[in-house]
Antibody, heavy 118, light 107 residues
Framework: EVQLVQSGAEVKKPGKSLKISCKGS????????IGWVRQMPGKGLEWMGM????????KYSPSFQGQVTISADKSINTVYLQWSSLKASDTAMYYC???????????WGQGTLVTVSS | DIQMTQSPSSLSASVGDRVTITCQAS??????LNWCQQKPGKVPKLLIY???NLETGVPSRFSGSGSGTDFTFTISSLQPEDVATYYC?????????FGQGTNLEIK
């Protein structure tokens, strides 16, 4: 069974760094793109970018380029999303998601709620 | 970037009604479009991929059609459990973008 299990909710102060994780299981982890999707409170879904864990090739949406970093540790089947300096506007639910062969998202993680507040 | 214009933004219909949502891409994306459903407080779920293919296990009352720039998502007979927000997403070129969503309610 394909599973994407994300790390737990985080509460951080503005200016702090954060790294959240997404661990894949039940499939060949290095053979699918893993993406991240943001959902701000009461808002729609926004595609942030994706990584090919096999060689760490990464694609970012221009809206998120330079704002976040996607990385991976294929030895533990885990992809990360990190911020170097959080802002209140980063408060959102973040989902990791597996992209199937042609590109559509076929599996989602359970989401990680990030709250940034002073 | 390819923009996805989804309409309507909200919709109220009665149980048993046929419901249609449209998504228009700002440029040709062939059939690289999927539809997903997000129930309140839940994780999004894939319903349709490659514009018209029904994901395994999804009820047959859900369907999708279209290619190029114009796409349609249909629920043939609305059920109470279909209350959700529905999103289209293209994967024709980077960045992959979502439509704005359609909030579907029961009248």
């Amino acid at each position: 069974e394909v599973q994407l299990v994300q790390s737990g909710a985080e509460v951080k102060k503005p200016g702090k760094s954060l790294k959240i994780s997404c661990k894949g299981s039940g499939y060949s982890f290095t053979s699918y793109w893993i993406g991240w999707v943001r959902q701000m409170p009461g808002k729609g879904l926004e595609w942030m970018g994706m990584m090919w864990p096999g060689d760490s090739d990464t694609k970012y949406s221009p809206s998120f380029q330079g704002q976040v970093t996607i990385s991976a540790d294929k030895s533990i089947n885990t992809v990360y999303l990190q911020w170097s300096s959080l802002k209140a506007s980063d408060t959102a639910m973040y989902y990791c998601a597996r992209h199937a062969g042609s590109g559509y998202i076929d599996y989602w993680g359970q989401g990680t709620l990030v709250t940034v507040s002073s | 970037d390819i923009q996805m214009t989804q309409s309507p933004s909200s919709l109220s219909a009665s149980v048993g009604d046929r419901v249609t949502i449209t998504c228009q891409a700002s440029q040709d994306i062939s059939n690289y479009l999927n539809w997903c459903q997000q129930k309140p407080g839940k994780v999004p779920k894939l319903l349709i991929y490659d514009a018209s293919n029904l994901e395994t296990g999804v009820p047959s009352r859900f369907s999708g059609s279209g290619s190029g720039t114009d796409f349609t998502f249909t629920i043939s007979s609305l059920q109470p459990e279909d209350v959700a927000t529905y999103y289209c997403q293209h994967y024709g070129d980077l960045p992959y973008t979502f439509g704005q969503g359609t909030n579907l309610e029961i009248k």
